[in-house]
């Protein structure tokens, strides 16, 4: 019995180094194709890991100078000895220059790229740079964190413990106190949660989503001096099992979007009374659904992150089934995130340690079988490491024009 467990650690050990070797041998394929993948990128080792990651929406310009600051919203995930922060980091980066067409590259067919022009350094030298800014005390590690539209200053975050927090950071200090003080605590859900969004239409609303199996409507602006605690204006019941993600539609201010280990898609209109059951329900996956994220520039068009390895994307108009089934990622599918500005772009994220950007346009493309064997034709690009970059323009580019929703669905 002694000799077959040690066998089994043997192989266990074996199994590990050879997945290991695998890790690393991606890495240096990655690190090679690097400079056609991107026009810019920094990476960065932080002291602890983060779970939440929120580019702000402003930027900093500096006179005379070719760069900008950009502000960028963490999270800390410790070990349980040491102290949690929300984190805020400035983040400097070249300003885009004009195409030279000195910088022409006859081999790539391009202009400038990756380290040419005023790319890592710039004219004047100054390179790109990453620096935190701002620590505020939480208590534990902060599961996300999302700032609100209308004020960026109120930063909300999901507790471990199912708190949910506010906080107004321009009454914290750069540097940490060592004793977390939110300014508002809002109460309610039993057990942690991941899901969390602000109401881009409506001043001081906020959804949760957690374990317990429930979505929460809350209403800062009904916070009194007299106490820090708030309750939830609604409790909704009709999801099944833990709650992954929630997010307010961007054109429809009373539309609500979640999904969940019950493998539903639901949306609830925020107008009608019931809080047992949805508007809109898609089943579509065939695990547990971890995120969603609905298109910014077409009404109609959402997608979903499955632990079943794929993105799903649907059309609200027809949710008996998935207008399309994105399958590249080898384990379950984390985070998405649309392109704010191109239509058919969409990133996705996945415990398989890879980034993948995704062209919708380019779906039933036909392809050589060289490059079948790289993935679908929808496939843009592959990532595996967490940085601050932007892809290269050969492989995103400013459409002429939107893609309209029909070319989409087809």
Not at 295 to 317: H, M, Q, Y
Not at 373 to 381: F, Q, T
Request: hydrophobic fraction near 35%; charge should be negative.
């Amino acid at each position: 019995m002694e000799e077959d467990a040690t066998m089994t650690i043997d192989e266990q050990q074996e199994d590990e180094n050879l997945d290991e070797k695998i890790i690393n041998e991606e890495y240096k394929t990655w690190k090679k194709n690097a400079p056609f993948l991107y026009d810019l990128m920094l990476s960065t080792a932080l002291d602890w890991p983060t779970l939440t990651t929120q580019w702000f929406s402003d930027k900093q310009s500096h006179p005379d100078k070719n760069f900008a600051t950009h502000r960028l919203l963490l999270g800390t995930h410790t070990s349980k000895e040491a102290n949690n922060y929300i984190q805020i980091a400035h983040v400097q980066l070249p300003n885009a220059a004009k195409p030279d067409v000195r910088n022409y590259d006859e081999e790539r067919g391009e202009i400038g790229g990756y380290g040419n022009g005023a790319g890592a350094t710039g004219k004047d030298g100054v390179g790109i740079k990453f620096s935190i800014v701002q620590k505020i005390d939480h208590p534990g590690e902060v599961n996300k964190a999302r700032y609100m539209p209308q004020n960026p200053n109120m930063i909300a975050t999901m507790c471990v413990d199912g708190r949910v927090m506010i906080w107004d950071k321009t009454k914290h200090t750069s540097v940490p106190t060592g004793s977390p003080n939110p300014q508002i605590e809002l109460l309610g859900h039993k057990k942690e949660g991941f899901g969390l969004s602000w109401n881009p239409h409506q001043q001081g609303q906020l959804a949760t989503g957690s374990e317990d199996k429930t979505v929460r409507l809350w209403d800062i602006t009904q916070y009194s001096k007299t106490s820090k605690t708030l309750s939830p204006t609604r409790t909704y019941t009709h999801h099944s099992a833990i709650v992954s993600d929630v997010e307010f539609h961007p054109f429809h201010k009373h539309l609500l979007g979640s999904v969940s280990d019950d493998l539903t898609l639901q949306i609830v209109d925020l107008r009608k009374p019931s809080t047992s059951s949805s508007t809109l329900q898609a089943n579509g996956h065939d695990d547990a659904v971890n995120a969603l994220s609905f298109n910014p520039r077409c009404e109609f068009i959402v997608a979903t992150a499955s632990a079943d390895k794929t993105v799903g994307i649907w059309d609200l108009r027809f949710l008996k089934e998935k207008t399309h089934a994105l399958e590249g990622h080898r384990d379950a599918v984390t985070s998405l995130s649309w392109h704010p500005h191109e239509t058919s772009i969409l990133a996705s994220a996945s415990y398989d340690r890879r980034m993948i950007i995704w062209d919708l346009s380019k779906i039933g493309n036909e392809q050589t079988p060289e490059d079948a064997e790289d993935g679908p034709p929808e496939i843009a690009a592959e990532d595996n490491l967490i940085q601050v970059w932007k892809m290269a323009t050969s492989i995103i580019a400013k459409d002429g024009e939107d893609l309209p929703v029909d070319e989409i669905n087809e």
